[in-house]
């Protein structure tokens, strides 16, 4: 069990650039956007992976004219072997008291989705914000299924050999509605939060140094997180 959730918590790192993959909900709607308009200003600047991580991964995340956010993911930062960079838009939200992401690929030269119509999927998740930290939290794959199956959701159930695909069909409204319902705690995987710490430009030289030193010498093994 210790094994799968940390398999879980790999694959959801990966999930923004890898939706396909199955390791999370994919959705074909997102959230609502907010009633205001505007971005979570608590969200907005660069964050980092905490120093105890082995793979060093930076966010940043900029307000954009619509009201919502643009997202660059970027890893392999202590890999010696160049850098990993993904684009993202969407918005953050509320339902209740509780934060949420919507995001889709982006195209990085434009404002347009990366995917075709038909393979686009919003990657949705709750996270928390304080002043330095931030934390992005997975939704649970059986939480959504049985969602699905007792006809709370619209939207289809794959099995697969590892894990299931679990696609969320229904409206934007309909699937705040369910999320408020059933609350956060109930919808998310244990044990998958990723943490993130806020990057300030002093900081920035003195972290890619130590997480570079770390890493020297040693090789990936198991399952690739480093896109998230």
């Known amino acids: 069990m210790k094994t799968k959730k940390r398999l879980l918590r790999l694959e959801l790192a990966a999930a923004l650039v890898l939706i396909a993959t199955s390791c999370v909900p994919e959705f074909k709607n997102p959230l609502p956007p907010p009633a205001d308009g505007k971005a979570d200003e608590a969200i907005l600047g660069v964050w980092e992976t905490p120093p105890d991580e082995d793979e060093a991964r930076q966010v940043s995340i900029f307000p954009n004219k619509s009201g919502g956010i643009d997202v660059v993911w970027i890893a392999d930062m202590n890999s010696g072997e160049g850098l990993t960079v993904s684009v993202f838009t969407g918005h953050t939200t509320r339902i209740g008291e509780d934060k949420f992401l919507s995001l889709i690929r982006r195209n990085p030269d434009n404002q347009e989705p990366a995917d075709e119509p038909e393979k686009r999927a919003y990657f949705i998740a709750p996270y928390e914000t304080s002043a330095e930290r931030l934390i992005i939290k997975g939704f649970s794959l059986s939480a959504?299924?049985?969602?699905?199956?007792?006809?709370?959701?619209?939207?289809?159930?794959?099995?697969?050999?590892?894990?299931?695909?679990?696609?969320?069909?229904?409206?934007?409204?309909?699937?705040?509605?369910?999320i408020g319902q059933k609350g956060v705690p109930a919808l998310v995987e244990e044990d998958t939060e990723l943490k993130y710490r806020k990057l300030h430009q002093r900081d920035r030289k003195k972290s890619l140094a130590d997480q570079r030193q770390r890493k020297r010498g040693e090789k990936g093994s198991g399952c690739d997180r480093k896109h998230f």
């Open 144 to 178: 959504f299924r049985r969602m699905i199956e007792q006809s709370e959701l619209d939207g289809e159930v794959h099995d697969g050999e590892y894990f299931d695909k679990i696609v969320v069909t229904s409206s934007s409204e309909d699937l705040a509605g369910a």
